[in-house]
C-alpha cells in the first residue's frame, strides 16, 4: 500500500474519519482501516519489543500488538482513564494486512474531512517526524492529523 501525500489527499474530495485525541492531538483515522473500538482490555509486555508495540492484547482469540504512538509523537507516556479505548485497526504492512490495536485517549466521532484543505507538516514550530504524518487537515473548526500509520508502526 502507497502512502498518500498532501498532494494526492487535495484530489479526491472528502474522506471518512475517526477523529481521536491522542495526548493533546487530535487524529483523524481513515474510517476504511477501523475495524472496531473497544474498552482496555488486559496487556501482555512483550520481552525485547520495540517501545512503540512493546504489548500485546488478545482481541476476539486473536493475539493484536498493542501500538502507544505517543512516542513517536514526542509525547510522555500516561495512565489510562475512563476514556481511554482501543481502536483495533487493519493496516498494510510490507504488503500484508496487520492487525493493531491502537490506544486512543479519547474517540470522538466519525466525521468528514475535506482533503482539499490538506496540507504538509509546518517544517517550523512541530516536532514531528514529517514521515509520520501524511498531512494535516481542516475538520469543522479545528486542524486534525491524518497520520501515516504504517510508517508508525513500521
Known amino acids: 500500500m502507497m502512502a498518500e501525500t498532501a498532494e494526492d489527499l487535495q484530489h479526491t474530495g472528502g474522506l471518512q474519519v475517526v477523529k481521536v485525541r491522542i495526548g493533546s492531538e487530535t487524529f483523524a483515522l481513515d474510517a476504511n482501516i477501523v475495524r472496531?473500538?473497544?474498552?482496555?482490555?488486559?496487556?501482555?509486555?512483550?520481552?525485547?519489543?520495540r517501545t512503540h508495540l512493546d504489548r500485546i492484547v488478545n482481541v476476539r482469540g486473536n493475539v493484536v500488538p498493542l501500538a502507544d504512538i505517543r512516542e513517536r509523537f514526542g509525547m510522555a507516556p500516561v495512565a489510562a482513564t475512563q476514556?481511554?479505548?482501543?481502536?483495533?485497526?487493519?493496516?498494510?504492512?510490507?504488503?500484508?494486512?496487520?492487525?493493531v490495536a491502537l490506544v486512543a485517549d479519547k474517540?470522538?466521532?466519525?466525521?468528514?474531512?475535506e482533503t482539499g484543505?490538506?496540507?504538509?507538516?509546518?517544517?517550523?514550530?512541530?516536532?514531528?517526524?514529517?514521515?509520520?504524518v501524511k498531512?494535516?487537515?481542516?475538520?469543522?473548526?479545528?486542524?486534525?492529523i491524518l497520520p501515516n500509520v504504517e510508517t508508525i508502526l513500521n
Open 36 to 49: 472496531e473500538i473497544i474498552d482496555p482490555i488486559p496487556a501482555t509486555r512483550v520481552a525485547g519489543a
Open 107 to 113: 474517540v470522538f466521532e466519525v466525521a468528514e474531512v
Open 135 to 144: 498531512s494535516i487537515v481542516k475538520c469543522g473548526d479545528e486542524f486534525v
Open 83 to 99: 476514556d481511554t479505548r482501543f481502536v483495533v485497526i487493519e493496516v498494510g504492512i510490507g504488503g500484508d494486512p496487520v492487525v
Open 117 to 132: 484543505t490538506a496540507q504538509q507538516v509546518p517544517k517550523v514550530g512541530t516536532s514531528w517526524r514529517p514521515e509520520y
